[in-house]
C-alpha cells in the first residue's frame, strides 16, 4: 500500500486494564472511535452481522469505527482496552478506508506495551463499563482535550506505542477494494481532502481522467457504489463525528458537509442512520447517559 504516514493523525482516547466477571455485555455499540484490546485471562465475543470472534490470551484484537457490535461474556474476561480517533480533515482515513483484520497475534512485549501506556496516562482510564456511559459527545471531548495536554515527552511515547500496537493490524491490512484503480483511489483521496468541487460528478470524471458516464462505471465497479452514493456515506459518517465531538447546530453540520437545504440533510441522515441528528445527539448526551446510570449503576472495571 502507497500511503503516507504524515497523514495519519490518531489521538488515544481511553487506555486502561479491565477485570470483568460475566458482566461485559453490551448489545450494538457503535462508537467513531477505534478498539483495541488485549486479553490476559478468561476469554468473550464480539459479534458482528455476520460472525462471532472469541476474544482470547496471546491475541490483539481491532474494531474500527462505525463497526456495530454486540460485546458478550458470561465469565473472567480480563483484558486492557485502548480507544483510538482519528483527526478528521486528513487525505486519508486509516481507521475507516481499510480492511483490518480483526484478530493478530500478539507480539512478546505488546503486554508491556499497554500496560506503559496505562502508567503515562492514567487520566485516560474509565471509570464506568456502559459504552452508553462514555461514548457521548460530553466524554469524547473531554478525553480528546485531556489527550491533548500532559508532558510533550508522554504524548511522544504514546503516539509511538499506539503506532506499533496499529502496525501489527496494518501489517495484514488492504484496501477495502483492493483491485481499486489508481484513478478511482485519487478520486476517493480527494473527496476526503473536502473540496468544494468534489460533489461534482464533472470535476471527479476530469481527475479520474475519464469521460463522466465511464468515470461513474467505473467507480461503481470498483467500489460497488455509485460515486453519489459514496460520498453521501462519507459525509453521513462526518456529521456522526461532528454530532459527537462538537456543540455545532445541526444546520452548521449540514452546511459545513455542504447540505444547505437542513431538511434534506435531516432526511438523509434518517435514512441512513436509522434516527435524526437531534435524535442520535441526543442518545449521546450527558443527560440521557446520567438517567441510564440511576437505572443501571457503574463499576469501576471497564473497556
Not at 480480563?78 to 483510538?84: A, F, G, P, Q
Request: hydrophobic share 35%; proline share 4%; net charge neutral.
Amino acid at each position: 500500500m502507497n500511503l503516507n504516514i504524515e497523514d495519519l493523525h490518531l489521538i488515544t482516547l481511553n487506555i486502561g486494564y479491565s477485570e470483568q466477571d460475566g458482566d461485559w455485555n453490551w448489545p450494538k455499540v457503535r462508537s467513531p472511535f477505534g478498539r483495541l484490546y488485549c486479553v490476559t485471562e478468561g476469554s468473550a465475543k464480539i459479534a458482528f452481522k455476520e460472525k462471532e470472534v472469541v476474544l482470547r490470551p496471546g491475541y490483539l484484537y481491532f474494531i474500527p469505527p462505525f463497526t456495530l457490535h454486540d460485546e458478550i461474556s458470561d465469565g473472567r474476561f480480563n483484558h486492557y482496552y485502548l480507544h483510538i480517533y482519528e483527526q478528521p480533515g486528513s487525505n486519508f482515513r486509516f481507521l475507516e478506508e481499510l480492511e483490518y483484520p480483526v484478530e493478530v497475534e500478539a507480539k512478546q512485549y505488546d503486554i508491556e506495551l499497554f500496560r506503559r501506556l496505562v502508567v503515562i496516562n492514567p487520566k485516560l482510564r474509565l471509570s464506568i463499563t456502559n459504552p452508553d456511559m462514555y461514548d457521548n459527545q460530553s466524554t469524547l471531548l473531554q478525553n480528546i482535550g485531556t489527550s491533548m495536554q500532559g508532558h510533550f515527552s508522554d504524548k511522544t511515547e504514546s503516539r509511538g506505542i499506539i503506532l506499533i500496537l496499529i502496525s501489527r493490524f496494518l501489517e495484514k491490512a488492504h484496501f477495502k477494494h483492493d483491485a481499486i484503480d489508481r484513478r478511482i483511489q485519487h478520486v476517493i483521496t480527494y473527496i476526503h481532502q473536502g473540496h468544494e468541487e468534489s460533489f461534482k460528478l464533472g470535476k471527479l470524471a476530469d481527475i479520474a481522467c475519464m469521460s463522466e458516464a465511464h468515470f461513474i462505471r467505473v467507480f461503481k465497479q470498483q467500489m460497488g457504489i455509485t460515486p453519489n452514493a459514496y460520498i453521501i456515506s462519507y459525509k453521513i459518517e462526518l456529521a456522526q463525528i461532528l454530532l459527537v465531538t462538537t456543540d455545532l447546530p445541526v444546520k452548521e453540520i449540514a452546511d459545513k458537509l455542504g447540505y444547505y437545504d437542513s431538511s434534506y440533510f435531516n432526511r438523509l441522515f434518517r435514512k441512513m442512520v436509522g434516527k435524526s441528528p437531534l435524535e442520535y445527539r441526543r442518545n449521546s448526551s450527558p443527560e440521557r447517559n446520567r438517567s441510564r446510570r440511576r437505572h443501571r449503576g457503574t463499576t469501576s472495571s471497564t473497556g
